[in-house]
């Protein structure tokens, strides 16, 4: 069993090659995944590259992903157009603009060798305002419009050969931090939850290929444990969302791991061991790769029980994943032109030029 620990674990890499030493720990330790991020995105031959250099590096054929939702979160944005943000293709009205979007991202993410894109937010927005990282990136401020919109780029995405993952279950909908910050603490009622917050995902869990848990805390689910990260507690992945919503042999990621909810409140060793024990499948690490190790050497440490359910969801899911499109820079450009075209059907010519600013605040951590 030890030689398959690896598979829990997704991890971020360091730079824009595979560097000996990353190398040489992929090897070692061979991780279920990698998530890559703007520090690793210099060209689009670069890029198609890396993933090659991953995919070859890795003895089980590894899950690739990305932030690619639209606006500020969108890691390619970095080498070509920026699409339109959830929010300004929801502010359009039009499910067909949507649609294109999910099977641009979807063309787009093929062709460089990814295979899974950690979207569609399933969070809505009764405040565009609010300052707990979803601004811009919610497809309604109902829960309806968001079941509707993000439906559409959920089809046309998973169309296109790239699994998708809602996010961030159990929600920061109502949250009044940062959790990349600190942990958000979500005083909600569980009636309250399941006829708001839980709707998106219940509704889609069917179409949807994984969820990402994030790091909030909602008392009702936890009242024994106060300040304890949804990402860590049983209660919310297995008995609410496994057991309670359906989504009984799914693939479930922590979010990052790296983040201030995390850091601030639970010791290294402990957060992983709780985020298997809770339900959780992946573990992400994004940035701290000296971790990664670390993340390994306490899984070792856990029960045959305790990972063997998880390590079977995640080879249930690689069955699904789809190998790269043929890569050419000609086939890049002419998709690029598209995310353009879809900028300017959503935006306007004039409103298309500005690009959205990045957000100083978090742009250092690369977080969403």
Known sequence: MEKHLGQLILTGIPGTSLDPETAKLIKA?????YILFGRNIQSATQLRQLIDDLRAASNTEPIITIDQEGGRVSRLRLIGNEPPSAQQLRDKGSVELISRHGELTGKLLRLFGFNLDLCPVLDFSPDDNADNSL?????????????ENASAFNATLRKEGILSCGKHFPGYTY????????????????SEWLENEAVPFQSLLPELDSIMVCHTHYPFMDPDRPRWPASL????ITEV????????????ITDDLDMGAILKEVSFEETISNAMHAGNDMVMICHRMEMVQ???????????????????????????????SPFSIEEFNALDSMVWDLRVDTLGEEEASKRSPEDGKRSPVETY
């Open 241 to 252: 969302l496994r057991k309670e919503l359906g989504f009984k042999n799914g693939l479930v």
């Open 233 to 236: 507690s049983s209660n919310a």
């Open 294 to 324: 670390q993340a390994y050497n306490t899984l070792e440490t856990l029960t045959r029980s305790a990972v063997t359910p998880a390590l079977e969801r995640i080879a249930t899911a690689k069955k699904r994943l789809c190998k790269p």
């Open 29 to 33: 330790i061979n991780p279920g995944g």
């Open 175 to 190: 949250a009044l931090c940062d959790a990349h910050e600190e942990l958000p603490i979500v005083d909600r009622t569980r």
């Open 135 to 147: 601004k811009g990136r919610c497809y309604g401020s109902t829960v309806a419009k968001v079941i």
